[in-house]
């Protein structure tokens, strides 16, 4: 990190606690703590884009993976869900991937022919014709469990921090079959490869009620930290808040939020420790030249294609680390959430605005950019009352733009790509 | 046993329907492709861009609807949509001269472009939010049916309806009159000559003094015409929400991936094949395969593939069996 560098970081620290003064110092923990998140999630698409040059702009499936982690892992089991319907359930599920994983034995086993095709086809329809015959029942006799309070199995009861790295194991599952499909063609191929499995496993999480209660949403998941109103009934709590001479209720909301920050603080910096020492590792070295030239990198010897997989799985599983967390701070599964211009476009603003390939720029450009992504709602908000101020207060005009100055985001946001592309193409921290 | 009446039910949950969804994709697919076949990148602004094109008709509605000017059965928006394109032909040549013509002359790479595609899309999409705001708009007036399901049961004495929207006539006609045009261009003409020469071999086109700036001007044009009428089309047909443009991504892309990217008739074919693929897999069954069978072997479900919520996911399968077992899709696109 250069002298250059640390004014960077310092000069986004200093937005976030002038936000605090001008603010309120809540809202300036809350953008902190979603910043740090960003900065996660950018590490994760900067692993796969800035290391390898790999395409993907699925990372909204990738963070919605993780939050689903969050509810498996969290939530208590419902019981009474389960002897409804849970072992048939799995046990359809289980034919499912059965029915799958033989067509393709016996697609690679079967010479090309009518034979294969008519083979196949017929497997695959009656292991649809069984799925489903076991599925649909146990699916409407879960989801008639109180289906105002869960109509879903629930998950297994475990502490919440569990969920992380289980949000990372799955996006990595998730990026190994999709690896599989479409590494290997050419990058925008890729891309909308990515973008459609993305859709898809949203879909999934929105519509699968018995799995996920989909869009009746899981609310109040357990929290790694206190909850305020425990908080401020204990002593040492009053008596802290006492000393420092401030209110006990918007104390112990900043308190709430500043333990969150030294979680994420944690895992932020364990996961930069280990991509600044995997960068300037070999490993390191070498995806970078295949990124740079993989016919060179495959005339060495190296397995472009396996290597392309890896990072695409450790990039992905940051994603879904990051996806649980989201999900975590906000204490609630909201499948509709997951839209992709904020979960995957706004990620790929960061990475390049920081600077791709850079680690630290990955991490910057998470920082300023969501900073920005929230506080342009209020600045723009400043700037159309005071390009408006001549207008009578209650012209059609003006109403309309000052209405519009929370759809300013998506503008501002592919504005700053653009001019970052034109005229700083290498990002606010260049690769070194 | 009842052939008539099972016909009648699938032309009127599948055919039709397929038929004019089909047209919207393949527009936007042809959209799509050709940029792709001059510029060589996937234009991801693509869907924002539609409703960019979508908006405008819908003001121009609102404004001839406020002068009292209508086309009788006729939806008004025909009026509007000559005004629709031209915007949005001026917003695509715009966007072309500011921002990728600067890549093109320092011979950026092609990743560079789908990324400054990604900023684009931002940019319109914002825009059309600012402008028009996130919801709803309903501007189609004038008759709503050719032939209403009612009307089909008293004149065939049939059991089922059969509906034929007029979006969806109006739909269909001008993607057939438009694609007759545009291959009539594309192979007839000198200018779409040498717009498939330079798609084909750049360096040969440039040798024998083909204007690279006119062609991609002339794609621009083109493209940006037919994004305008998709847009159009789909949100007289669905209704206009800026959002579900952007979701209309994935389906148009996977027509023209499907039929082969920078081939314009493998995106006509690939936009019926995913609508109809789209609609037939998610369609329930059970009342045509009802009529078709004795009493006695009614089918009790639904007969139902896939349930509607996940129409997506038939794209995005298309897409993938096509990468996998045939990259440079159906008719043979310019991939690799």
Not at chain 1, 36 to 63: C, K
Not at chain 1, 370 to 390: K, M, N, P, R, S
Not at chain 2, 42 to 62: E, K, L, P, S
Request: proline share 4%.
């Amino acid at each position: 990190m250069t002298g250059r560098d640390r004014l960077c970081f310092a000069a986004a620290i200093g937005l976030i606690v002038v936000a605090g003064f001008v603010q309120s110092w809540n809202t300036a923990f809350a953008i902190l703590n979603f910043a740090l998140i960003s900065a996660i999630l950018s590490l994760g698409i900067n692993i796969q884009w800035g290391y390898a040059g790999l395409f993907n702009i699925g990372a909204a499936g990738f963070v919605a993976l993780g939050g689903f982690a969050v509810v498996i892992v969290s939530v208590p089991p419902v019981e009474e869900a389960w002897r409804a319907g849970g072992v048939r359930v799995l046990l359809a599920l289980l034919i499912g991937l059965a029915t799958v994983l033989t067509a393709i034995f016996v697609w690679g086993r079967l010479r090309p022919g009518r034979i294969r095709t008519i083979s196949v086809v017929a497997l695959l329809c009656t292991g649809l014709w069984v799925y489903r015959w076991l599925f649909d029942p146990a699916v409407s006799a879960i989801e008639s469990v109180n289906p105002a309070g869960t109509g879903f199995l629930g998950g297994l009861g475990l502490p919440v921090l569990l969920a992380w790295p289980v949000g990372g194991l799955l996006a990595a599952a998730a990026a190994f079959v999709i690896g599989k499909i479409a590494l290997g063609l050419r990058s925008d191929y890729l891309a909308i490869a990515t973008l459609g499995i993305a859709e898809v496993i949203i879909a999934l999480l929105k519509h699968e009620d018995w799995l996920t209660r989909g869009v009746k949403n899981v609310a109040g998941l357990p929290r790694p930290v206190p909850y305020e109103v425990d908080l401020q009934r204990t002593d040492w709590f009053a008596n802290l808040a006492n000393r420092l001479d401030v209110e006990l209720a918007g104390f112990s909301s900043i308190f709430v939020k500043l333990c969150y920050t030294a979680i994420l603080l944690a895992v932020l910096i364990s996961l930069l420790i280990l991509c600044e020492r995997a960068l300037k590792s070999p490993w390191g070295r070498m995806m970078r030249a295949i990124r740079e030239n993989e016919t060179a990198a495959e005339a060495m010897g190296k397995d472009v294609k396996r290597r392309h997989l890896h990072v695409f799985m450790l990039g992905s599983a940051v994603c879904g680390i990051a996806g649980a967390m989201v999900t975590t701070l906000d204490g609630q599964f909201t499948p509709a959430a997951y839209q992709p211009l904020r979960f995957t476009f706004l990620i790929w603003v960061m990475v390049i605005v920081g600077g791709s390939g850079n680690n630290w720029g990955a991490v910057l450009g998470g920082i300023v950019i969501w900073f920005f992504w929230i506080e342009v709602e209020t600045l723009g908000h400043l700037l159309l009352d005071a390009a408006t101020v001549w207008m009578s207060p209650d012209s059609p005009v003006r109403l309309h733009l000052m209405d519009s100055a929370a759809h300013m985001r998506n503008l501002t946001m592919g504005l700053v790509l653009l001019l970052v592309m034109r005229f700083r193409p290498r990002g606010i921290i260049p690769e070194r | 046993m009842d052939f008539l009446n099972a016909a009648a039910a699938f032309a009127n949950f599948v055919l039709v329907p397929g038929f004019s969804y089909g047209s919207q994709l393949a527009l936007g697919a042809l959209g799509v492709t050709l940029v792709y076949a001059v510029l060589r990148f996937a234009n991801f602004a693509h869907g924002d861009t539609m409703a960019f094109g979508g908006m405008t008709a819908v003001f121009g509605t609102w404004w001839l609807q406020s002068r009292g000017i209508d086309l009788g059965p006729l939806p008004t928006t025909l009026i509007a949509l000559p005004f629709s394109i031209v915007a949005t032909i001026g917003l695509v040549l715009l966007v072309d001269r500011l921002i990728y013509r600067h890549y093109r002359r320092v011979k950026a790479p092609l990743v560079t472009f789908v990324i400054v595609s990604f900023g684009v899309m931002l940019v319109v999409n914002g825009l059309v939010r600012l402008i028009i705001g996130p919801d709803q708009q309903r501007f189609a007036d004038g008759e709503r049916f050719i032939v209403s399901a009612r009307e089909f049961k008293s004149l065939t004495g049939l059991q089922e309806g059969l509906a034929f929207k007029t979006t969806q006539g109006i739909t269909i006609v001008a993607a057939v009159v438009l694609m007759a045009m545009l291959f009539w261009f594309l192979n007839r003409t000198r200018t779409g000559k040498s717009m498939r020469a330079y798609s084909d071999n750049e360096d040969l086109a440039l040798l024998s003094g083909i204007n690279p700036e006119k062609v991609v001007a002339l794609c621009w044009i083109i493209a940006g015409g037919l994004t305008a009428v998709a847009g159009v089309l789909y949100g007289l047909d669905k209704i206009f929400k800026p959002f579900t443009y952007f979701q209309l991504l994935l389906p148009i892309f996977a027509a023209a991936v499907v039929g082969g990217m920078g081939n314009p008739i493998g995106a006509v074919a690939g936009g019926y094949l995913v609508a109809f693929s789209e609609i037939g897999i998610t369609y329930a069954f059970k009342k045509v395969v009802n009529h078709l069978l004795p009493q006695a072997w009614e089918a009790q479900g639904l007969l139902q593939l896939l349930s509607t919520e996940y129409k997506f996911a038939v794209s995005f399968v298309m897409l993938v069996i096509v990468l996998l077992l045939r990259p440079t899709g159906l008719f043979r696109g310019r991939a690799f």
